[in-house]
């Protein structure tokens, strides 16, 4: 059975509690309970979870249709987000260190669970994501499931209610009056001062103002939904972008995140610190408290910004084009198209390159020098007459394992140690060197050369962030959204007054969605200069 026929002749959706004409009982509440008051929340209309529960479709939505649901889809997700919190996301660790390794060595246990079960890359997880995407569609049907048939309860109420409606209102009245027809009329006037749209049918009136605050919570769910649809779109190629990019001065690098089509050169690094022989009084107490020298006034990078000309094959130096140039600040971010670079971090003195001399141990006379670029080192390095040197092993961040073992934490060369071969005319198969910063140690102490560190060159690097957002504008109309929709069901109430006069008998209900307090007192208002009694609560009245 699909359809409900109530006794006025109106043909009501399977499911209905209440005739959406007249207002009376049907079946799924029953007439006889005259002391229960009605559910006016979608003014009985039906609800397609709390009809169909037959189909897998149904199931589904049934679930999603919750309420419960949604608030636990939504405690779940906020949890997540705070455990992610905890420990620095990978984004932000420092990039001279492997995740699991940091993770590890700086909170131990929990930061190598926190690794392990992926909150150090949660933002962007499948599971987060497939929450987001939950309460997306929670959203979706529990507003469908409540919001279509409360627009078709509205839209088809009649005037003429029936006796049970208006006595199972939560504020009623009856009323025997001298004059029908005056104390209607001096109703019309005080609910039209009121801003009341009126409705008359056979004498019956339904006052009603404010309809359009029913629909606040929906837009809310609009906002919200727009919103998530935003945070979405970010982890679509293109959309977001937020890459740390660390330059050596005198380095051209490819801006991630623009597909290969831009590259920037960092030209020079540039620091500035407060020093107290400059710096006006108001400065002093803070330049003390730190030190001298201590906090950063200004940081910068001088770079050049290159589009890339063409298509290049693998492995071949692409055809660069000048764009400008220009200092990156804190603050004053480099922009182009639909990306900034922000100065956000830098490092000093990182070691560059280091040089070695290939010297005989007894007679200290070197052989030639090495030149090792410790981003790049060579394989091996001729020296000439016979002499060469090889690299067997580079250990760029060199430190010793749980075992015992060499091994390097990353290609960074925060402590560079190379296993060399030294060969010679003398010795053609070559003698074994550990050498270290200024430490050189000898498997074989029979060796006859040995390298010499004998200098160093270091070059100062800046840390800078790519950043790029074609979901703000979302986020953004979304949030407006979800802030109208609040404002819209907060200050503002849909109230509405039913008026049915018989004989010499006046019969007056009032509902409004929220602050009962304001109807009743506006009620009071309405009512003045006639015989009509105030309606009472019923709900207070049994409580």
Not at 400 to 428: H, L, Q, W, Y
């Amino acid at each position: 059975m699909n359809h409900v026929k109530c006794e006025c002749g109106h043909v009501n959706p399977f499911g209905t509690v209440l005739c959406e004409n007249c207002g009376r009982a049907l079946a799924a509440e029953g007439e006889g309970n005259s002391e229960k008051l009605h559910d006016m929340r979608y003014d009985g209309s039906a609800r397609r979870s709390q009809t169909y529960n037959k189909t897998i479709v149904d199931k589904v939505w049934n679930f999603f249709s919750s309420v419960k649901v949604g608030v636990w889809l939504i405690v779940i997700t906020l949890i997540a987000s705070a455990i992610g919190t905890i420990f620095p996301q990978e984004l932000y660790i420092p990039s001279n260190v492997t995740p699991e390794q940091f993770y590890k060595d700086e909170y131990g246990i929990l930061g190598q669970l926190y690794y392990q079960l992926g909150f150090h890359r949660l933002y962007g997880s499948w599971w987060y994501m497939t929450l987001i995407a939950s309460i997306g569609i929670s959203l979706v049907i529990c507003s469908l499931d409540r919001v279509i048939p409360l627009y078709r309860a509205l839209k088809n109420q009649g005037v003429s209610r029936h006796e049970s409606f208006l006595k199972r209102q939560r504020l009623f009245s009856e009323s025997y009056v001298d004059s029908i027809e005056k104390n209607v009329e001096q109703v019309k006037k005080n609910l039209t001062a009121r801003r009341y749209r009126i409705r008359e049918e056979n004498g019956n009136i339904l006052a009603e103002k404010n309809r359009f605050s029913r629909w606040g919570p929906y837009v809310n769910h609009i906002g919200l939904i727009i919103f998530l649809i935003g945070a979405m779109l970010r982890f679509f190629p293109g959309m977001y972008v937020d890459e740390v990019l660390w330059l050596r001065e005198g380095e051209t690098k490819e801006i991630p995140g623009t597909n290969g089509e831009y590259y920037l050169k960092h030209h020079q690094f540039i620091l500035e610190t407060y020093q107290k022989e400059k710096e006006k009084d108001v400065f002093q107490e803070a330049i003390d408290r730190v030190g001298d020298g201590s906090v950063a006034k200004n940081f910068q990078s001088n770079v050049t910004l290159y589009k890339k000309q063409g298509d290049s094959l693998p492995g071949e130096e692409p055809k660069l084009k000048e764009v400008k140039d220009f200092s990156i600040r804190v603050n004053e971010p480099l922009k182009f198209d639909s990306y900034a670079v922000y100065q956000v971090n830098y490092k000093l003195n990182e070691l560059n390159k280091m040089t070695f001399d290939l010297i005989d141990k007894k007679s200290g006379k070197s052989f030639g020098k090495v030149v090792i670029d410790l981003l790049n080192p060579e394989k091996k390095y001729d020296l000439g007459n016979g002499y060469a040197v090889e690299i067997a092993s580079y250990l760029p961040d060199f430190y010793f394992d749980d075992e015992g073992n060499p091994a390097t934490r990353s290609r960074v060369p925060n402590n560079p140690v190379f296993v060399f071969k030294m060969i010679a005319p003398d010795r053609p198969k070559g003698e074994t060197s550990f050498v270290a910063i200024q430490q050189t140690i000898e498997p074989n102490e029979n060796n006859k050369y040995k390298m010499k560190f004998s200098g160093i060159e270091t070059k100062n690097l800046t840390g800078l962030v790519v950043r790029k957002d074609l979901t703000l504008w979302v986020l953004g109309v979304g949030g407006a959204i979800f802030m109208i929709g609040l404002i819209q069901g907060l200050y503002w109430q849909h109230r509405r007054i039913w008026l049915k006069a018989d004989n010499d008998k006046i019969m007056l209900a009032g509902h409004t969605n929220k602050n009962w307090f304001g109807l009743k007192n506006e009620l009071d208002i309405i009512l003045r200069d006639t015989e009509i009694q105030k309606p009472v609560d019923q709900k207070q009245l049994k409580e």
